[in-house]
C-alpha cells in the first residue's frame, strides 16, 4: 500500500503508526494471499483476534465506570455496541473498506459478507493500535469511535433481544403481552423451517421464519417492532 495512501487514513483516524507494516496488515483478508503468496505480510486474522478483546475490555471499563445499570443489563449493552453490525457500520465511516487487500472474488462480494469482513478488519485495526501505541491510544480511539453511539443505543432499546423490547413495548403502552403462534413447518425433521406468527391481542403484526421455533419468534418479533408505530396509530383510531 503506498505511504501516500496510509497517510491520509493516519490522518482520518487520528493515529500516526510507528509500524507502518503493522497498520498495512490490519487491510490484509486471507483470501489475498491466496493470490498474493509472495506478499510479505500474514493476514489480519492475529490482530483481529486481538482486538476483539482490547475492545471488550475497553467497552466494559467505560460502561462500568459510567452506568449503575445491574450486570445484566451492561452485559446486553455491551453486546450491542460490539455487534457486528455496529462494527462494520464504524469500518464505513473511518473509509476502511477502500483500504481493504482481497482477492478478486471477495473484492466483488458485498453484502453480510463484506460487513463481515470490515467488523473483522475494524477489530484487527485496535489491534494493530494497542501493539503500535499502546492501550491508552486504544481505547481513546474506541471512544471516539464507538461512545457517542450508546444514548441512542439506550434510548432506542436496541441492545434488548426483539421479543424483550417488544414486550416491554406492548405491556407499557397496551397492557398486553405478544403471544407466538406456529403457523406452518416445512422441511424434512433435521432441517426444519418453521414460520411463526407474532400476535398482541387477536392482531398478527408480525412473522418469521428460522430453523427452529426460537429464531423464528426473534424475526417475528423483530418484523413487530418495525409495524408497531403504525399498528398503535391504527389501534387508537380503530
Known amino acids: 500500500m503506498e505511504a501516500q495512501n496510509l497517510a491520509q487514513f493516519e490522518k482520518k483516524i487520528g493515529v ?18 491466496n493470490e498474493n503468496p509472495g506478499f510479505k505480510l500474514d493476514h489480519n486474522e492475529r490482530l483481529e483476534f ?24 451492561l452485559t446486553n449493552l455491551r453486546s450491542a455496541l460490539v455487534r457486528g453490525q455496529m462494527l462494520s457500520d464504524l469500518a464505513g465511516s473511518i473509509d476502511l473498506n477502500d483500504h481493504l487487500l482481497l482477492s478478486r472474488g471477495e473484492a466483488k462480494s458485498g453484502g453480510k459478507a463484506r460487513q463481515l469482513i470490515l467488523a473483522n478488519a475494524f477489530e484487527a485495526l485496535i489491534g494493530a493500535i494497542y501493539l503500535d501505541q499502546g492501550y491508552e ?17 439506550i434510548e432506542q432499546k436496541t441492545y434488548l433481544d426483539p421479543k424483550s423490547h417488544l ?24 432441517s426444519k ?9 387477536d392482531d398478527l403484526i408480525g412473522e418469521g421464519e428460522g430453523s427452529s421455533k426460537q429464531s423464528a419468534e426473534s424475526k417475528a418479533a423483530g418484523a413487530a417492532l418495525v409495524h408497531w408505530d403504525q399498528f398503535i396509530s391504527d389501534d387508537k383510531t380503530s
Request: proline content about 5%; some cysteine.
Open 193 to 201: 423451517t418453521f414460520t411463526v406468527g407474532c400476535f398482541v391481542g
Open 16 to 33: 500516526t503508526f510507528s509500524d507502518k507494516d503493522l497498520l498495512t496488515q490490519v487491510f490484509v483478508h486471507r483470501s489475498y494471499l
Open 137 to 153: 491510544v486504544a481505547a481513546k480511539f474506541i471512544g471516539n469511535q464507538l461512545f457517542g453511539k450508546l444514548p441512542a443505543v
Open 50 to 73: 486481538l482486538g476483539d478483546a482490547v475492545l471488550e475490555l475497553v467497552v466494559t471499563e467505560h460502561l462500568y465506570k459510567t452506568l449503575p445499570n445491574p450486570e445484566g443489563e
Open 167 to 190: 414486550q416491554e413495548k406492548s405491556q407499557a403502552e397496551l397492557s398486553l403481552t405478544p403471544l407466538y403462534k406456529v403457523l406452518a413447518e416445512s422441511g424434512p425433521d433435521h
